[in-house]
């Protein structure tokens, strides 16, 4: 057996899982969005789904909060993510600590959903501490960190959990070669800020772009965490699309769809907008 044959098989359970039910997914929201509805009698391909949702100030509203909450989470997550890696890195005790990371990855997002919202509430142990501390009058004055227009709570959320999962990535590619580079630049004569930027940053700069694109496609998509830490509306497109989705008048099936696709369009693009930048920075910096 031929070693690309011997690949391919070992691949084919995997690649057969990815195409029935991702790609057939996608292929099926697709169809519904452009009227292919035989569950309800509608056959007739159009595009009415997509001039609905994009005329509706509600999505308008949901763009505007998924835009929001997924470029600062998924820009607070790189940076902070990678600053604890160099830090890790500086202080040592990587094997230690990197246990730790990957314990927090274990951690559910919709556990950490319920730790946010327990610890930002209203009358969580933040508003609590705030008080016992006289910072304010009563537990009422603590601005809404959850449940607002802005989408605090749920950021917190993703920055929380997502920073790990960066710092991970960014410790992973802070190897002994990042060592080599670091101690020839020195030799040149390069201060401790040049390495760094000349150096550390750049390599860092490609696994640290892949993770944040993951950490951006997640986030836009996610439903669990803006459903329980955000406002009915405007809410995310996810959670919004859900909701169509659920509606009990199965015509608005269709706008459900046309916003699954909207979202997995818009999570593409980001990605490659992302990517981009990302790239061209870091053979600049090189």
């Known amino acids: 057996m031929s070693p690309r044959l011997r690949i391919a098989l070992l691949l084919a359970p995997a690649l057969l899982v990815v195409g029935v039910f991702v790609v057939g997914g996608v292929l099926q929201a697709v169809l519904q969005s452009l009227g292919f509805a035989p569950v309800v009698g509608e056959s007739q391909w159009s595009l009415d789904a997509y001039r609905r949702v994009l005329a509706d100030p509600a999505v308008h509203a949901s763009l505007l909060l998924t835009a929001r909450v997924s470029l600062i989470s998924t820009a607070a997550a790189a940076v902070l993510g990678t600053a604890l890696a160099l830090l890790v890195r500086r202080l040592g005790g990587r094997r ?12 559910p997002h919709l556990v950490g959903a319920l730790a946010i919202g327990l610890l930002l509430a209203p009358s969580g142990l933040l508003s609590r501490a705030a008080y016992r501390l006289g910072l304010v009058d009563s537990v009422q004055d603590v601005p809404a960190l959850t449940q607002d227009a802005f989408g605090w709570g749920i950021i917190a959320e993703y920055t929380w959990k997502e920073t790990f999962f960066v710092a991970v990535v960014a410790l992973a590619a802070l190897g002994r070669r990042v060592s080599d ?34 950490v951006l496609a997640f986030v836009t998509a996610s439903y669990e965490v803006p459903r329980l830490l955000g406002r009915p509306y405007p809410t995310t497109l996810s959670v919004e699309a859900f909701q169509r989705y659920r509606d009990i008048d199965l015509t608005s099936r269709p706008e459900a769809m046309a916003l699954a696709v909207l979202v997995a369009l818009l999570t593409t693009l980001a990605a490659l907008a992302y990517l981009r930048l990302v790239g061209g920075l870091a053979r600049r910096s090189l």
């Open 181 to 214: 580079l670091e101690d020839v630049a020195s030799t040149l004569g390069a201060s401790r800020w040049q390495r760094l930027r000349e150096v550390t940053l750049p390599v860092l700069a490609p696994p640290v772009a892949a993770a944040s694109v993951l």
């Open 96 to 107: 230690r600590l990197a246990v730790l990371f990957h314990g927090t990855l274990a951690v």
